[in-house]
Protein backbone atom coordinates (compact mmCIF):
# COMPACT_ATOMS: atom_id res chain seq x y z
CA UNK A 1 0.00 0.00 0.00
CA UNK A 2 1.23 3.55 -0.95
CA UNK A 3 0.13 6.45 0.78
CA UNK A 4 0.20 10.13 -0.88
CA UNK A 5 -2.11 13.06 -0.35
CA UNK A 6 -4.92 10.82 -1.53
CA UNK A 7 -5.71 9.74 1.70
CA UNK A 8 -4.95 13.26 3.53
CA UNK A 9 -8.86 13.82 3.82
CA UNK A 10 -9.28 10.47 5.88
CA UNK A 11 -6.65 11.42 8.72
CA UNK A 12 -7.47 15.18 8.75
CA UNK A 13 -11.20 14.03 10.09
CA UNK A 14 -9.41 11.16 12.24
CA UNK A 15 -7.88 13.73 14.37
CA UNK A 16 -8.89 16.12 17.01
CA UNK A 17 -7.68 20.08 16.38
CA UNK A 18 -4.72 20.91 18.42
CA UNK A 19 -1.23 22.00 17.38
CA UNK A 20 0.98 20.76 20.60
CA UNK A 21 0.95 20.55 23.93
CA UNK A 22 1.73 23.35 25.59
CA UNK A 23 5.18 24.50 25.72
CA UNK A 24 7.06 26.78 28.44
CA UNK A 25 8.94 29.34 26.85
CA UNK A 26 12.19 29.22 26.95
CA UNK A 27 11.84 25.42 27.24
CA UNK A 28 13.38 23.56 29.77
CA UNK A 29 14.18 20.25 29.45
CA UNK A 30 13.10 17.91 32.88
CA UNK A 31 16.47 16.19 34.90
CA UNK A 32 17.11 12.94 32.89
CA UNK A 33 18.65 10.39 35.54
CA UNK A 34 18.85 7.29 33.05
CA UNK A 35 22.23 6.49 31.75
CA UNK A 36 23.94 6.71 28.24
CA UNK A 37 24.73 2.77 27.56
CA UNK A 38 27.53 1.99 25.42
CA UNK A 39 27.02 -0.72 23.03
CA UNK A 40 30.10 -0.76 20.45
CA UNK A 41 33.68 0.25 21.36
CA UNK A 42 36.53 0.63 19.08
CA UNK A 43 39.24 3.43 18.48
CA UNK A 44 37.04 4.89 15.34
CA UNK A 45 33.42 4.86 16.96
CA UNK A 46 31.18 4.11 19.75
CA UNK A 47 27.50 2.47 19.14
CA UNK A 48 25.34 4.18 22.33
CA UNK A 49 21.83 3.82 23.34
CA UNK A 50 20.07 7.10 23.92
CA UNK A 51 17.75 7.33 26.63
CA UNK A 52 14.51 8.80 26.01
CA UNK A 53 13.74 12.77 27.74
CA UNK A 54 17.69 13.64 26.80
CA UNK A 55 19.21 15.70 24.17
CA UNK A 56 21.69 14.51 21.92
CA UNK A 57 22.87 17.87 21.76
CA UNK A 58 23.21 20.21 24.32
CA UNK A 59 20.44 23.68 24.17
CA UNK A 60 21.97 26.89 24.32
CA UNK A 61 20.06 27.76 27.44
CA UNK A 62 22.57 27.18 30.26
CA UNK A 63 19.83 24.82 31.87
CA UNK A 64 19.71 22.54 28.96
CA UNK A 65 23.52 21.76 29.19
CA UNK A 66 22.94 17.95 30.26
CA UNK A 67 22.83 16.47 26.56
CA UNK A 68 24.64 12.90 25.32
CA UNK A 69 27.38 14.86 24.06
CA UNK A 70 27.76 16.76 27.16
CA UNK A 71 28.11 13.28 29.09
CA UNK A 72 29.91 11.58 25.99
CA UNK A 73 33.06 14.24 26.11
CA UNK A 74 33.74 13.21 29.55
CA UNK A 75 35.19 10.28 28.92
CA UNK A 76 35.82 10.70 24.70
CA UNK A 77 36.69 14.27 24.53
CA UNK A 78 37.24 13.61 20.79
CA UNK A 79 33.45 12.86 20.20
CA UNK A 80 31.25 14.09 17.62
CA UNK A 81 27.70 13.12 16.94
CA UNK A 82 26.90 11.92 13.68
CA UNK A 83 23.28 12.25 13.69
CA UNK A 84 20.71 13.38 16.39
CA UNK A 85 17.61 11.47 17.74
CA UNK A 86 15.06 13.69 19.00
CA UNK A 87 14.55 14.49 22.97
CA UNK A 88 11.58 11.70 23.33
CA UNK A 89 12.97 9.36 21.14
CA UNK A 90 15.27 6.64 22.63
CA UNK A 91 17.61 4.07 20.53
CA UNK A 92 20.99 3.69 18.98
CA UNK A 93 23.41 6.91 18.14
CA UNK A 94 26.90 6.27 16.37
CA UNK A 95 29.41 8.50 17.50
CA UNK A 96 32.73 9.26 15.87
CA UNK A 97 35.86 9.78 17.76
CA UNK A 98 37.94 10.96 15.21
CA UNK A 99 37.57 13.41 12.40
CA UNK A 100 38.21 11.28 9.30
CA UNK A 101 35.88 8.82 10.90
CA UNK A 102 33.12 11.42 11.27
CA UNK A 103 33.58 12.65 7.50
CA UNK A 104 33.55 8.61 6.19
CA UNK A 105 30.50 8.07 8.29
CA UNK A 106 28.54 11.66 7.00
CA UNK A 107 29.12 10.70 3.32
CA UNK A 108 27.38 7.34 3.84
CA UNK A 109 24.75 9.24 5.04
CA UNK A 110 24.54 11.63 2.22
CA UNK A 111 24.58 9.11 0.04
CA UNK A 112 21.53 7.36 1.95
CA UNK A 113 23.78 3.93 2.69
CA UNK A 114 22.67 3.78 5.99
CA UNK A 115 19.75 2.29 6.86
CA UNK A 116 17.81 2.84 10.50
CA UNK A 117 14.99 1.01 11.58
CA UNK A 118 12.59 2.17 14.31
CA UNK A 119 10.10 0.24 16.56
CA UNK A 120 6.90 2.50 17.39
CA UNK A 121 3.66 2.56 19.14
CA UNK A 122 0.88 3.91 16.79
CA UNK A 123 -2.57 4.91 17.89
CA UNK A 124 -5.73 2.83 16.65
CA UNK A 125 -5.22 -0.36 14.66
CA UNK A 126 -3.75 -0.11 10.89
CA UNK A 127 -5.72 -1.61 7.94
CA UNK A 128 -2.68 -2.86 6.30
CA UNK A 129 -0.04 -4.84 6.73
CA UNK A 130 2.89 -2.61 5.50
CA UNK A 131 3.05 0.39 3.62
CA UNK A 132 5.00 3.78 2.00
CA UNK A 133 4.12 6.78 3.03
CA UNK A 134 5.43 8.92 0.35
CA UNK A 135 4.51 12.83 1.47
CA UNK A 136 7.16 15.87 1.37
CA UNK A 137 7.61 17.51 4.32
CA UNK A 138 8.56 21.74 4.99
CA UNK A 139 9.10 23.62 7.77
CA UNK A 140 6.11 25.18 9.53
CA UNK A 141 7.56 28.43 10.07
CA UNK A 142 4.48 30.23 11.72
CA UNK A 143 4.09 27.59 14.05
CA UNK A 144 7.70 26.85 15.11
CA UNK A 145 8.93 24.06 15.80
CA UNK A 146 6.28 22.48 13.80
CA UNK A 147 6.92 21.02 10.40
CA UNK A 148 4.13 20.24 7.97
CA UNK A 149 3.04 18.08 4.55
CA UNK A 150 3.67 20.67 1.95
CA UNK A 151 3.31 19.55 -2.08
CA UNK A 152 4.42 22.95 -2.69
CA UNK A 153 8.04 23.89 -0.52
CA UNK A 154 8.61 20.67 0.73
CA UNK A 155 11.10 18.11 0.63
CA UNK A 156 10.80 14.43 -0.55
CA UNK A 157 9.64 12.05 2.58
CA UNK A 158 9.28 8.17 2.09
CA UNK A 159 8.75 5.85 5.17
CA UNK A 160 8.02 2.26 4.79
CA UNK A 161 6.07 0.64 7.67
CA UNK A 162 5.50 -2.40 8.58
CA UNK A 163 2.78 -3.84 11.36
CA UNK A 164 4.97 -5.77 14.42
CA UNK A 165 1.45 -6.45 16.19
CA UNK A 166 -2.33 -5.19 16.84
CA UNK A 167 -2.93 -4.63 20.53
CA UNK A 168 -5.79 -5.90 21.76
CA UNK A 169 -6.01 -4.66 25.18
CA UNK A 170 -5.41 -1.24 23.79
CA UNK A 171 -6.28 1.09 20.40
CA UNK A 172 -3.09 0.57 19.37
CA UNK A 173 -0.39 -0.58 16.41
CA UNK A 174 3.62 -1.68 17.35
CA UNK A 175 5.01 -1.15 13.89
CA UNK A 176 8.45 -1.16 12.50
CA UNK A 177 9.65 1.99 10.47
CA UNK A 178 12.67 2.20 7.95
CA UNK A 179 12.59 5.97 6.81
CA UNK A 180 14.12 6.02 3.46
CA UNK A 181 14.83 9.79 3.77
CA UNK A 182 15.87 11.63 7.01
CA UNK A 183 13.54 14.92 7.16
CA UNK A 184 12.88 16.48 10.76
CA UNK A 185 10.00 14.90 12.28
CA UNK A 186 9.52 12.58 9.80
CA UNK A 187 8.16 9.45 11.88
CA UNK A 188 6.02 12.00 13.92
CA UNK A 189 4.55 13.52 10.65
CA UNK A 190 3.72 10.60 8.30
CA UNK A 191 1.90 8.58 11.05
CA UNK A 192 0.34 11.25 11.80
CA UNK A 193 -0.43 11.85 8.24
CA UNK A 194 -2.11 8.84 7.69
CA UNK A 195 -4.49 9.17 10.97
CA UNK A 196 -2.14 7.03 13.27
CA UNK A 197 -0.11 9.51 15.28
CA UNK A 198 2.76 7.81 17.74
CA UNK A 199 1.52 7.60 20.98
CA UNK A 200 2.67 10.32 23.38
CA UNK A 201 3.97 12.68 20.75
CA UNK A 202 3.61 15.81 22.09
CA UNK A 203 3.65 18.09 18.59
CA UNK A 204 1.44 15.81 16.66
CA UNK A 205 -0.60 13.41 18.38
CA UNK A 206 -4.05 14.28 19.38
CA UNK A 207 -4.74 14.58 23.24
CA UNK A 208 -6.36 10.84 23.12
CA UNK A 209 -3.30 9.89 21.14
CA UNK A 210 -0.45 11.74 23.59
CA UNK A 211 -2.40 10.89 27.02
CA UNK A 212 -1.93 7.27 26.30
CA UNK A 213 1.51 6.79 26.73
CA UNK A 214 4.12 8.01 29.98
CA UNK A 215 6.40 9.31 26.60
CA UNK A 216 7.50 9.65 23.27
CA UNK A 217 6.85 5.84 21.73
CA UNK A 218 9.33 5.68 19.30
CA UNK A 219 12.77 4.36 19.30
CA UNK A 220 15.51 3.85 17.10
CA UNK A 221 16.10 0.33 17.28
CA UNK A 222 18.98 -0.68 14.50
CA UNK A 223 21.25 0.91 12.14
CA UNK A 224 23.65 -0.04 9.34
CA UNK A 225 26.67 0.87 8.03
CA UNK A 226 30.34 0.41 6.42
CA UNK A 227 32.94 0.66 8.94
CA UNK A 228 35.16 3.39 7.56
CA UNK A 229 38.19 1.37 8.50
CA UNK A 230 37.82 -2.36 7.76
CA UNK A 231 34.71 -2.07 4.82
CA UNK A 232 32.90 -4.41 7.08
CA UNK A 233 29.16 -3.48 7.03
CA UNK A 234 28.03 -3.37 10.99
CA UNK A 235 24.62 -3.44 12.39
CA UNK A 236 23.95 -2.12 15.63
CA UNK A 237 21.14 -2.98 17.65
CA UNK A 238 18.83 -1.37 20.39
CA UNK A 239 15.99 -3.22 21.76
CA UNK A 240 12.83 -1.50 22.06
CA UNK A 241 12.18 -0.78 25.89
CA UNK A 242 8.48 -0.72 25.37
Given at each position: M?????????????????????????????????????????????????????????????????????RL??????????????????G?????????????I??Q????????T???M??????????C????I??????F???????????????Q??V????T????????????????????I??????????G?????????????PR??L???????????????????S????
Open positions: KINSMVLAHSLLARTIRLMQPQADPFIVPVCHDELELLYQDESLLLINKPASLLTLSGQHPLNQDSVHFIKDFPTATMLHRLDFGTSILIVALKKDINAHGKFQQTKITKYTALHGHLTEDEGIDLPAKDKPNPLAKICHVTGKNAVTYQIERLDSFATRVQFSPITGRTHQLRHSNAIGHPILCDLYATDVAFFMALMHATSIEFDHPVTGERIKGVPCPF
